[in-house]
């Protein structure tokens, strides 16, 4: 088993401490990190902070590099298998987007041919600036790749884009991104039993537009789904979250997806396989509206709407040749639910159903009661938390993965 070697450039940027968690990540995992601290870096964090976490020498200037002939620059920005530049500032981004090298970190990234990676983190203003903008567009047709920062409170009191993405976030993406650049990776970055699956979640209500103004809604909240998708990330799984118009905060680690309609959830459902496990957990709506263009007014009295059938994502992709290797479905039934929700799963070739009886307050509420139907039966399980169902659910999953024979 080899073990990947990464360059780590840390830019100026109060984002900047994060790297140190980003190196304790790295180093868990086995591989070995070298880190380049910028001049703006170095008042953020020291080079002996970074040094200790990374047990390796750090880099800030190109006039360090005294023996030449022992570490060059050329060298050094060659050595490693992958370049992360985290936090990466906008001024780091404008200087590698015009080709400038000067300093050493600069001349690294001028003069690595290895994949270059760049996790930015800057105040939201300077993120949506055009000239940022401009740069990012250009360094992504340079072939850098960028790990987008996340959304939401910042460290100088504003919100919106710009918060540099969660180390956990930063580590899984380079774990599944980049996990052939040296041939193989030595082992996942982040542990768990579930590391190295690929696990999508679908969640909340669609809404299906009437007109410009007024959708076709259902209550589901989403909660049940968010919380399956926080224990599979919990759990080392890479997790996809499609979700509905809901108001709830991503979980830690997971990629989310927005959608509004059944149609488009369809969409990103089959653009996010191929997926070891789909749980599909949303309220999907069964119709769409023949919606009108214009705003429906009130004068010309009572709309008739007109229904169209929409996709039914679990049995499309039931029958998918990308069919996840465990598909998992949700029965909302208010009546009858084990025999319900037992007809559903062959109905719509899923391996297991988890059913939930709707008719009290487990749409929007934070308990649920569930029966999970397998190939072999029904279990009832006792009423939890969404969280415990969640967990418990996952737990299954776990198992059911250790021992695909299980498996229908
Ligand atoms: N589902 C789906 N696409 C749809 C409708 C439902 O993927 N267009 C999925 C849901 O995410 C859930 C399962 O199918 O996993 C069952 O959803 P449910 O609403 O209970 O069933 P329906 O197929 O809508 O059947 P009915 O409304 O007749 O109970």
């Keep these: 088993m080899g073990v990947s070697r990464v360059l780590l450039i840390v830019g100026g940027g109060i984002a900047a401490y994060k790297a140190s968690e980003l190196i304790?990540?790295?180093?868990?995992?086995?591989?070995?990190?070298?880190?380049?601290?910028?001049?703006?870096?170095?008042?953020?964090?020291?080079?002996?902070?970074?040094?200790?976490?990374?047990?390796?020498?750090?880099?800030?200037?190109?006039?360090?590099?005294?023996?030449?002939?022992?570490?060059?620059?050329?060298?050094?920005?060659?050595?490693?298998?992958?370049?992360?530049?985290?936090?990466?500032?906008?001024?780091?981004?404008?200087?590698?987007?015009?080709?400038?090298?000067?300093?050493?970190?600069?001349?690294?990234l001028l003069?690595?041919?290895?994949?270059?990676?760049?996790?930015?983190?800057?105040?939201?203003?300077?993120?949506?600036?055009?000239?940022?903008?401009?740069?990012?567009?250009?360094?992504?047709?340079?072939?850098?790749?960028?790990?987008?920062?996340?959304?939401?409170?910042?460290?100088?009191?504003?919100?919106?884009?710009?918060?540099?993405?969660?180390?956990?976030?930063?580590?899984?993406?380079?774990?599944?991104?980049?996990?052939?650049?040296?041939?193989?990776?030595?082992t996942p970055l982040l542990s768990g039993p579930l590391a190295g699956t690929h696990i999508l979640v679908t969640a909340g209500p669609t809404h299906e537009p009437i007109d410009p103004v007024r959708v076709i809604a259902n209550r589901s909240s989403g909660k049940q789904g968010f919380a399956i998708a926080a224990a599979a990330a919990e759990a080392g799984a890479r997790v996809t979250l499609i979700a509905g118009p809901v108001a709830l905060p991503t979980p830690g680690g997971v990629a989310r997806i927005d959608v509004e309609t059944a149609e488009q959830m369809a969409a990103a459902v089959e653009a996010a396989l191929p997926a070891d496990v789909a749980i599909l957990v949303a309220a999907v709506a069964d119709w769409k509206v023949a919606s009108s263009p214009v705003k429906l007014k009130k004068g010309d009295g009572p709309p008739t709407l007109s229904f169209a059938p929409n996709p039914d994502i679990l049995a499309t992709l039931a029958k998918s040749p990308e069919r996840p290797r465990l598909l998992i479905g949700f029965a909302a039934e208010t009546n009858d639910l084990v025999a319900n929700a037992t007809a559903k799963r062959a109905a719509k070739g899923a391996d297991w159903i988890v059913a939930n009886d709707v008719s009290g307050d487990v749409m929007g509420g934070n308990h649920n009661e569930v029966h999970l139907i397998t190939t072999t039966g029904d279990e009832a399980w006792e009423a939890g938390t969404k969280q415990a169902v969640a967990r418990r659910l996952i737990a299954r999953i776990i198992e059911a993965l250790n021992a695909k024979t299980q498996l229908a």
């Excluded at 990540?25 to 086995?30: A, D, Q, S, T, V």
């Design 24 to 108: 304790r990540l790295f180093r868990k995992g086995g591989h070995e990190v070298t880190p380049v601290l910028t001049a703006g870096g170095a008042h953020f964090v020291t080079p002996m902070t970074l040094a200790a976490l990374a047990e390796s020498p750090v880099y800030t200037s190109l006039w360090d590099l005294k023996d030449e002939s022992e570490m060059g620059h050329i060298q050094l920005s060659r050595a490693a298998d992958i370049v992360l530049v985290c936090p990466a500032t906008a001024d780091l981004l404008a200087k590698m987007a015009a080709g400038v090298a000067d300093d050493l970190a600069t001349t690294l």
């Design 111 to 186: 003069a690595t041919d290895k994949p270059v990676i760049v996790a930015p983190a800057m105040n939201v203003r300077m993120w949506l600036h055009p000239a940022t903008q401009r740069n990012l567009a250009r360094l992504k047709a340079d072939g850098i790749t960028v790990i987008e920062p996340d959304d939401g409170a910042m460290a100088c009191g504003e919100f919106g884009p710009g918060r540099l993405a969660e180390p956990t976030e930063i580590a899984r993406f380079i774990e599944q991104s980049f996990p052939l650049v040296s041939g193989e990776i030595a």
